[in-house]
């Protein structure tokens, strides 16, 4: 990893070298770094996003180590993916007018990738644009969705379709939060993380290999590093015109899977394990195409197979799937565009495959 110097924990000293990527905040000083950063932000009000469950279990906690949030407005909105949506971007766009919330005011979002990818986009369009931080209280927003100021909502089916990228003020990532998080829900963020040590990194992709995921919070002690490596990608490319894509590995597949299973309602799959199933897919893909090794194929296949339910995925849904991959948002001149893998640890973006490839990909996945 390259000198990584935008990330803040307990009272080492970092600087933000270059402002195009937020300040992260995490370690045992987490919430002191959040009322100074309140107070010095002298805001009119302060209006925190949850859903139910960041209510129940994350907001108490929240308060009572930040006085400063004492008198905010707390929004709760009902949790879950299909609720990314433009109906509930209205309702939360007019309760902060119902609130008056100004121009100065601080939106915060205490919650999942769900509460950090619609609370951005609510607050980086309300009133041409409030200041917002994320507090995500998932492992998968932790380590992904709220580091990168990528924002979006759902829209007729298709995965963030509406959105934009603009960058929270700060990210505070408080690790204990995490303790209780489902094992679902858990293994849904562990995803990405696997995903992070696919595309950069090999050390990690080892120590992601021993772990035991049977100890509770197992992967707190790698959230920083894949913070580190998911900011240093972003950092060199902000706005995805080229090397951020190999963020994407996994989930070209992966997207049109949650797509698919949204839409027809059936006991639908967490991004994560849909993630799970697109990285598999992808890496067989590699290897077809890219001379990605066929036993680091297998090495990924059986690690990945080990954590995750295993899906069947119909052929009579192929058709409809690859459709979804049709809409990607990195897709150029109709090719649908994939990240593939070099060798563990190395990424390269902008691959393209035929249709009978991508049957093929989801074939293997079924077949394994
Ligand atoms: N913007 C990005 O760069 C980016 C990256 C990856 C994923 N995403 C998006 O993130 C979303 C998935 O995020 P997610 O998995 O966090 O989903 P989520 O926000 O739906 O949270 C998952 C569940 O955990 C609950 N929860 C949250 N915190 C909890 C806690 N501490 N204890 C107990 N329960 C808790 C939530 O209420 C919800 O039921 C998807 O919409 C995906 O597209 C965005
Ligand atoms: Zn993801």
Not at 38 to 62: A, F, R, T
Not at 130 to 152: E, H, M
Not at 161 to 182: C, M, N, R, Y
Request: a positive charge.
């Amino acid at each position: 990893m390259t000198n990584f110097a935008y990330l803040y924990m307990g009272t080492q000293k970092h600087f933000t070298l270059n402002q195009v990527i937020h300040p992260i905040f995490l370690g045992k000083t987490v919430f002191k770094k959040l009322s100074v950063f309140i107070k010095k932000g002298n805001y009119s009000s302060l209006h925190i996003l949850v859903d139910e469950n960041s209510m129940q279990h994350c907001l108490p906690i929240l308060i009572s180590n930040c006085i400063e949030l004492k008198e905010a407005n707390i929004i709760e909105i009902e949790s879950g993916e299909a609720n990314k949506s433009v109906e509930i971007c209205v309702e939360l766009w007019a309760t902060l007018t119902d609130e008056k919330a100004e121009r100065k005011a601080l939106f915060l979002n205490l919650g999942g990738g769900v509460i950090c990818d619609m609370g951005g986009f609510v607050a980086s369009t309300y009133k041409r644009g409030i200041d917002f931080v994320n507090i995500p209280t998932t492992l998968l927003a932790q380590v992904d969705a709220s580091v990168g100021g990528k924002l979006a909502i759902n829209l007729e089916g298709y995965k963030n379709q509406i959105g934009t990228i603009v960058h929270p003020k700060a990210v505070f990532v408080e690790t204990d939060f995490l303790k209780t998080l489902s094992k679902r829900e858990y293994l849904s963020g562990f995803a990405e993380m696997i995903k992070h040590a696919l595309v950069a990194d090999i050390n990690y992709w080892n120590k992601l290999k021993k772990v035991d995921i049977s100890q509770k919070n197992f992967a707190a002690p790698f959230v920083n590093h894949s913070i580190e490596i998911k900011t240093d990608i972003v950092q060199s490319d902000p706005y995805e015109k080229g090397v951020r894509k190999v963020l994407n590995f996994g989930h070209t597949i992966g997207h049109a899977l949650e797509s698919y299973f949204l839409k027809h309602n059936k006991n639908y799959l967490l991004h994560g394990e849909a993630v799970a199933i697109g990285i598999i897919c992808e890496a067989y893909l590699s290897s077809i195409k890219y001379s990605f090794d066929k036993k680091q194929l297998t090495e990924v296949c059986s690690f990945v197979s080990l954590h995750y339910k295993k899906y069947n995925i119909s052929s009579a849904a192929f058709s409809e799937i690859i459709a979804f991959m049709l809409q990607d948002k990195k897709n150029e001149k109709k090719e649908i565009n994939f990240t593939v893998l070099k060798k563990i640890g190395k990424a390269s973006p902008n691959h393209s495959f035929t249709r009978a490839q991508i049957k093929e990909a989801l074939d293997f996945y079924n077949n394994l």
